[in-house]
């Protein structure tokens, strides 16, 4: 068994609308993540490059700085849970042109 193999599971996916979709949001996903917690409000998006990403929701102070609810640890577990996502949705990494 893999590291990913069951980390996501009960995945869900709402579309964006056509507007956010030219913006590069392609809708949310609400995932549980290794059958102890559920991730909701993660936001499924394309970058300028063509690559699928996802991003993780935050609250913004007064001051204007975001602080996440919740967040990959380092740039190492934010591709372990974008490859399992991505996986769970059946869409690959890389959006073809």
Known sequence: MTLTAKLISGIGFT??????ERHGLLGYVTCTFADLLLLDGLTLRV??????????????????????YF??????????????????????PEVKP
């Open 15 to 20: 579309p964006a609308t056509s507007e956010d």
């Open 47 to 68: 970058t300028a490059a063509g690559r699928h990403t996802l991003s993780f929701p935050s609250r913004t102070d007064g001051q204007g700085n975001r602080h996440p």
């Open 71 to 92: 967040r990959p640890q380092d740039d190492r577990a934010r591709r372990i849970i974008e490859g399992a996502v991505f996986r769970a949705l059946g869409i690959p």
